[in-house]
Structure formats: C-alpha cells, structure tokens
C-alpha cells in the first residue's frame, strides 16, 4: 500500500544550528502537508505545498516539494528551544483512499540550549 | 473556534473494563477521522467517516474497537474489552480543505 517515509527518525542539535527532515512517497502525491506536535501536545498543521518544485517559507522554517512530487524536506535555520517537537509529513491518499492522510513516523527534534 | 473536543483527556482503567472514547468535530467539517499513536508504530489511522458514514475502517486493530458518527458533531470509539496493549494517545482529527485539526487527545492507560 501506500507508504511516507521520513528521516532521521531523530535529531538532536544545539540551539542555533540548522535541522533538516526528508520525507518520501511511495506514491506521487497531489500535495503534500507537514505538521508540528510539541511535546504532550497533539499535531497541528503548518503548510500544504501542491506545485511540483514549491518551496514556501514561514520565518526560520523552508519547506520543499520535489519535482517529482514524491519527496519533500523541511529545513529550520537556526533552531530555538521553541523547535523542540516531532514533524510530521503526510500526503492524501489516491483513489478509493483519497479522503485520507499517510502520515509519516515523523522526525522528532531535540533542541539543546 | 473552539477546536476539536475530545473527552475524557485521561483514563486509566483495567484490563477487561469497557472504554469509550467521545470526539466532537469543529462544525462544518465533513470527515472526521479517529488515530491511535504510540511510541512502537507512531501514528496510526484506525477508522475514518466522510458525512458520518464510515469508510475505512482498515485500521482498526480488532472486533474489540468500534466507532459510530450518530451525527454530524459527535463521535465514539470503543474499546471491549480493554487489554494492557490498548494503551495509547487516542486522537480525534477532523478535516476541513484537506488540512485536519486535531483534537487534545485522550489518554489511555489499562492496567
């Protein structure tokens, strides 16, 4: 079935350094999402990128959307204690599973100060 | 907005006892999707209900879980009997333009 991948599973840097997450699928996706979850807290959206090539951009966060429309990345520059959290990427399912979302296992970040 | 609403945000009960988990999507939103997450297998789609009909009910780990949308704003998934690997956060997420929202969580302890 389908499949999101993501790597690293986990990443611990020091504060000000810069973090990268990559996620694939398995499948070519229409759109891709990425969602934020803090530590006891539940997931919370951050952004939809639906263009081949996309990248947008929310102050220290980039995020990226292949060309093939089946990997993405989302890079933090300069991480802060705020940072800390596991991101997630999904993508809609295809077919008879559109209505839903393939969550990857996420990259959980650890921000040292 | 109050956001999604799920309750109770804690339970902890024994092995055996009959659980009900309860969701109330935010208002206008169609699908309504029911996930279990733990550290083993992450982030897990157990059932999921587009204007209260169920569609895939895939995920579901066993005849022990069951889930009804009576309505537009309520939801339950229920667990009998409960068994100690049924512990986990239970999310509720409703979606709206393809993005989800979830709900708090409810956290699940059996002993």
């Known amino acids: 079935g389908q499949q999101v991948m993501q790597i690293p599973q986990y990443q611990h840097v020091q504060e000000g350094e810069d973090f990268t997450t990559y996620c694939n699928s398995s499948t070519t996706l229409s759109n891709i999402q990425w969602y934020k979850q803090r530590p006891g807290g539940h997931p919370v959206f951050l952004i939809q990128l639906v263009k081949s090539g996309e990248v947008k951009k929310q102050k220290r966060l980039t995020f990226q959307f292949g060309e093939a429309k089946k990997n993405s990345s989302l890079h933090i520059t300069a991480t802060q204690t705020t940072d800390v959290g596991t991101y997630f990427c999904?993508?809609?399912?295809?077919?008879?599973?559109?209505?839903?979302?393939?969550f990857g296992r996420g990259t959980q970040l650890t921000v040292w100060p | 907005d109050a956001g999604v609403i799920q309750s109770p945000r804690h339970e902890v009960t024994e092995m055996g006892q009959e659980v009900t988990l309860r969701c109330k999507p935010i208002?206008?939103?169609?699908?309504l999707f029911w996930y279990r997450q733990t550290m083993m297998r992450g982030l897990e789609l157990l059932i999921y209900?587009?204007?209260?009909?169920?569609?895939?009910d895939s995920g579901m780990p066993e005849d022990r879980f069951s889930a009804k949308m009576p309505n537009a704003s309520f939801s339950t998934l229920k667990i009998q009997p409960s068994e100690p690997r049924d512990s986990a956060v239970y999310f509720c997420?409703?979606?709206?333009?393809?993005?989800?929202?979830f709900g708090p969580g409810t956290r699940l302890l059996v002993l």
């Open positions: 999904a993508g809609p399912g295809r077919g008879s599973t559109l209505g839903r979302l393939y």
């Open positions: 997420a409703s979606k709206r333009r393809g993005t989800q929202y």
């Open positions: 209900f587009n204007n209260n009909v169920p569609i895939d």
């Open positions: 208002s206008g939103h169609n699908s």
